[in-house]
């Protein structure tokens, strides 16, 4: 009766291992990597999207250093989304360039944040002091968090840095403080006054 139970229980946990050990080669196995690191500055988001295009990228982590509003979804499509100024975020999911996404609050900001009506808090983070999981109508996975807080990543993201939201120096230095490597850091500089 107990070898019954015994082998059992070290089937399940085979089992359990090999679906386990699957899923992560499929889910490392999507990801493409842009070959060399590169960092561009664009004066479009749509030219950020042509970059990760070009460079053939698939399935990654996005840190996201821009405003929140790219994540309120939309509902005025008529056929195939189109790539516009104000969905570049959106549109990179539903062409599975970006699988999850780290956007970036500042830390003086974070408290009004939070209290945004399009702030929509799944739950709270607890591994970081300020970290929450966000609800977004794409159903990604979406981590907000404050620089003082954000996590090493153990993969190479992409980076997109909004130069009238945050200092670009000043976020290349936060990833390299934190050790997070980026094969694409796009840096959009709005030249229009």
């Not at 889910?27 to 500055?41: F, H, L, N």
């Not at 008529?78 to 970006?98: A, C, H, K, W």
């Not at 807080?149 to 980076?159: G, T």
Request: aromatic content about 10%; charged content about 20%.
């Amino acid at each position: 009766m107990y070898r019954n139970k015994t082998a059992c229980s070290l089937a399940a946990t085979a089992l359990l291992a090999a679906v386990i050990s699957v899923a992560n080669c499929h889910g490392t196995g999507s990801r493409i990597y842009a070959p060399g690191k590169e960092t561009v500055t664009v004066d479009t988001p749509e030219k950020a999207y042509a970059i990760w295009q070009q460079k053939r990228v698939k399935g990654r982590t996005l840190v996201l250093f821009d405003s929140y509003p790219h994540m309120r979804g939309r509902f005025n499509y008529r056929g195939e989304p189109q790539l516009e100024r104000s969905n570049l975020v959106e549109f990179s999911i539903f062409s599975n360039v970006i699988r999850k996404i780290y956007f970036i609050v500042p830390d003086t900001a974070w408290e009004e944040f939070l209290q945004k009506d399009t702030t929509k808090v799944i739950k709270a983070i607890p591994q970081l002091k300020k970290g929450v999981s966000l609800y977004n109508l794409n159903g990604m996975p979406m981590i907000a968090t404050t620089p003082s807080s954000l996590p090493h990543l153990s993969e190479q993201a992409l980076v997109y840095i909004n130069g009238s939201v945050f200092d670009p120096v000043e976020a290349q230095h936060l990833l390299t403080e934190r050790g997070i490597t980026g094969d694409i850091t796009v840096i959009y500089q709005d030249n229009r006054k």
